[in-house]
């Protein structure tokens, strides 16, 4: 699996350049006590380096392709994300007004059903294969994580003392962290089914990006006063936000650094058997 990531001199590139990035936020992040507008702007632009991944592979796919429609989705849900997340940096810093909640929040929220569509639809595409020794693992994995999720987003993200709003917004990020669980075990099966082929790292990878940020957004719904307030070790969460980012940039890459490469060898290919032999 491993030679998957040196195939071409694209993918050693970006594997590279992701690595990198996450090594210099990690250095940022864990030299701060408090939140910060540089450490924040780099966190920032991780989801707009998402954004562009999603943008530079539907390049190659186009929007007439069904997988190609996938990545509008996943992509325009990431530039609502992105967008989302100025919006907080800017209240936070400039206009110092107090960023949860906000409008922020809308697209933050606005968002969720279009990773929804988008994997749904890449499930239709990919043709998923339940089979009995697999169905088992990943209804308890599913169960248990959505478990979690709807106890600590969900229930205990309710808060008496706090206006209608915030718990509102709250419970909305519970519910589309749920949705994502559940179709994550659908993508989850996906990438099981792609492991001979090279789109099992690529999803892997978005998988775990999605994972990585339902994370955090569960130690937000529980340290979120004290992150609002942006001083101590709860500030690190950015880390795994940022994490998140990265991974579903780095997948959405990886998907179209494998479509050139296939296109590559079928050109060459054709080149072969146009020669004339001598």
């Given at each position: 699996m491993l030679d998957f990531f040196w195939t071409s001199r694209e993918k050693k590139f970006a594997t590279g350049f992701f690595a990198a990035y996450l090594i210099f936020f990690l250095i940022i992040i864990l030299a701060s006590d408090t939140k910060n507008i540089f450490s924040d702007t780099i966190y920032v632009f991780s989801a707009f380096i998402a954004f562009l991944s999603?943008?530079?592979?539907?390049?190659?796919?186009?929007?007439?392709?069904p997988r190609g429609r996938v990545l509008l989705y996943i992509s325009s849900?990431?530039?609502l994300w992105f967008i989302a997340e100025s919006i907080w940096v800017f209240l936070d810093f400039f206009s110092f007004e107090k960023p949860y909640p906000s409008i922020a929040d809308a697209f933050f929220i606005l968002a969720y059903p279009l990773f929804f569509i988008g994997l749904i639809k890449e499930a239709?595409?990919?043709?998923?294969?339940?089979?009995?020794?697999?169905?088992?693992?990943l209804i308890s994995t599913a169960s248990v994580l959505g478990l979690i999720v709807f106890y600590f987003g969900i229930y205990a993200a309710y808060d008496p003392a706090a206006d209608a709003l915030s718990n509102l917004f709250s419970i909305f990020y519970g519910i589309g962290d749920l949705f994502l669980i559940l179709v994550g075990v659908i993508i989850l099966s996906l990438a099981m089914d792609y492991k001979k082929g090279k789109l099992f790292v690529p999803w892997l990878s978005i998988m775990l990006g999605f994972l990585s940020i339902l994370v955090a957004d569960i130690f937000f719904s529980i340290?979120?006063?004290?992150?609002?307030?942006?001083?101590?070790?709860?500030i690190k969460i950015d880390l795994l936000w940022t994490l998140g980012y990265l991974l579903i940039g780095y997948g959405l890459t990886l998907i179209g650094l494998s479509l050139?490469?296939?296109?590559?060898?079928?050109?060459e290919?054709?080149?072969?058997r146009k020669r004339p032999t001598k």
């Open positions: 999603g943008i530079y592979t539907l390049y190659f796919y186009g929007i007439n392709n849900g990431l530039l239709r595409i990919g043709k998923i294969n339940w089979k009995s020794n697999r169905l088992i693992p340290y979120e006063e004290s992150y609002i307030e942006g001083v101590g070790s709860i050139k490469e296939m296109r590559n060898k079928l050109i290919n054709i080149k072969k």
